[in-house]
């Protein structure tokens, strides 16, 4: 089983719209969660930080569920440069081991 | 400045030949790491250094080694290519183990390793 799982989409959504990625991870003893973003050919950058009550960066909401060990993204009123692939990361904070999900893919249509 | 920064950019090879891939941070960072990110996208990690000491070591073929002369610097070299190991090898870095518990990376531009 995959330390970190996330459904590889791929999302097409129109402007404006709302939309959420949900990544579950298999390892209860994980300590830190993060959002990360990769545009196409670029490397992948922090989007924000998971914290267990949760918090909010602009449109953007991540959630942690630790009782279900998911995290969830939600972006609000999504713009044309949302469109990247969104990467669920989870660290053990053991020998500081990050686990990476495969990616979200995201394209918002004018 | 540049962060994280990674030499070559792109690198193209014969099966068979030796190469090298360079890392440099001038975060002041303790740790750094490899990845590998492979055509269907997936970002793993091969080895992970804290000050210049090897603390992960994936499974990876030991044709691969890196090495680390300093906190800031963390070289890859590649013995005998082979095909397989065409992918994009990225370069990263953070501030330490066990530290705030919310550990950023910081990732180089990427080397585009293509083996033919």
């Known amino acids: 089983r995959k330390e970190v799982e996330q459904d590889p989409g791929p999302f097409n959504v129109p402007e404006g719209a709302t939309v959420a990625f949900n990544c579950t991870y298999s390892n209860s003893a994980s300590q830190s969660f993060f959002w990360y973003r990769q545009d196409c050919r670029k490397e992948p950058k922090l989007l924000m930080s998971v914290y267990s009550s949760g918090n909010e960066d602009g449109r953007f909401t991540a959630q942690l569920n630790r009782a279900s060990q998911y995290i969830s993204l939600l972006i609000r009123d999504s713009k044309l440069s949302d469109s990247a692939t969104y990467l669920c990361v989870v660290n053990t904070n053991t020998g500081n081991q990050f686990y990476f999900g495969t990616g979200t893919s995201l394209t918002v249509i004018p | 400045d540049t962060a994280v920064s990674q030499t070559p950019k792109y690198l193209v090879t014969q099966m068979g030949n030796d190469k090298s891939i360079k890392c440099e941070q001038n975060?002041?960072?303790?740790?750094m790491y490899w990845y590998k990110q492979d055509s269907k996208k997936f970002l793993k990690i091969m080895f992970s250094y804290n000050n210049k000491e090897l603390i992960i070591n994936e499974t990876v073929p030991n044709r691969f080694s890196p090495k680390s002369p300093d906190k800031a610097h963390l070289n890859l070299h590649i013995n005998s290519l082979e095909l397989g190991d065409s992918a994009v090898y990225f370069c990263a870095s953070s501030q330490g183990p066990g530290t705030s518990g919310q550990e950023t990376q910081y990732f180089g531009p990427g080397t585009r390793l293509l083996v033919l």
């Open positions: 975060l002041g960072h303790d740790t």
